[in-house]
């Protein structure tokens, strides 16, 4: 198994630029997520998915739109891009329910806004 | 979601134990400690989680207090790719984890 990938590994967006960040998981996983991290803090959740066809706001949605039309895939989109975007995005993945499961996340998107 | 409240930087030497400690106060009955660590610029890596009781993996152990409002990760024989930032989280039943500024663990030589 691959786990959970990301693309871009970077990205630099000029201010009003639209990307999509994408993350795909082959583990069969209903749960995914967004988070993005700023110099020095912790990670804060943006979006997230508990199955294809269902999102909700994390902590921080406001400037960023998910979807979730397959288990596998995840993306999250930028509509038009600020510096206050300039971050890592890391997207994670994991079962719901049962004790023991464990989140994975990926390799993390770096993302420059001028 | 209860908040979490842990020391911003620990240091250990290589081959002790890690004691990380964490203070969870308002935590209510369904929600979970979950520890998580970031080493350097890569994705957060689980590490262990419980409800109430003591538990143990490979990785490491994790000792939640009797009240529930407090717990602590131990790494028993730490080594230099330990040095991580350590997240303790509490969750509830969404299935939403939230991180905070975690512990910085240097390990030393």
């Known amino acids: 198994n691959a786990g959970v990938t990301q693309t871009p590994k970077f990205q630099v967006l000029k201010t009003g630029q639209s990307m999509t960040l994408q993350c795909a998981q082959d583990?069969?996983?209903?749960?995914m997520s967004w988070y993005r991290q700023d110099p020095g803090m912790g990670l804060r959740l943006i979006h997230y998915s508990v199955g294809a066809g269902i999102t909700d706001q994390g902590e921080v949605p406001n400037g960023y739109n998910v979807s979730r039309s397959t288990t596998e895939d995840f993306p999250l989109r930028l509509l038009s891009a600020a510096p206050s975007q300039t971050s890592v995005y890391f997207c994670a993945s994991r079962r719901t329910g049962g004790r023991r499961e464990t989140q994975y996340f990926g390799p993390g998107t770096r993302l420059l806004v001028l | 979601d209860a908040k979490t409240t842990q020391p911003p930087s620990m240091d250990c030497a290589e081959g002790r134990a890690a004691n990380l400690p964490c203070n969870h106060s308002t935590i209510s009955g369904n929600e979970y400690v979950y520890w998580y660590r970031q080493i350097h610029s890569q994705g957060p890596q689980y590490i262990i989680h419980?409800?109430?009781n003591n538990e143990t993996n490979e990785m490491a152990s994790l000792i939640i207090t009797e009240d529930r409002k407090s717990s602590t990760l131990i790494l028993p024989h730490a080594t230099l790719r330990d040095t991580a930032v350590y997240y303790c989280?509490?969750?509830?039943?969404?299935?939403?984890?939230?991180f905070g500024t975690g512990t910085r663990l240097q390990v030393f030589p």
């Open positions: 419980g409800l109430k």
């Open positions: 583990m069969n996983h209903e749960y």
């Open positions: 989280i509490v969750s509830d039943n969404t299935d939403k984890l939230i």
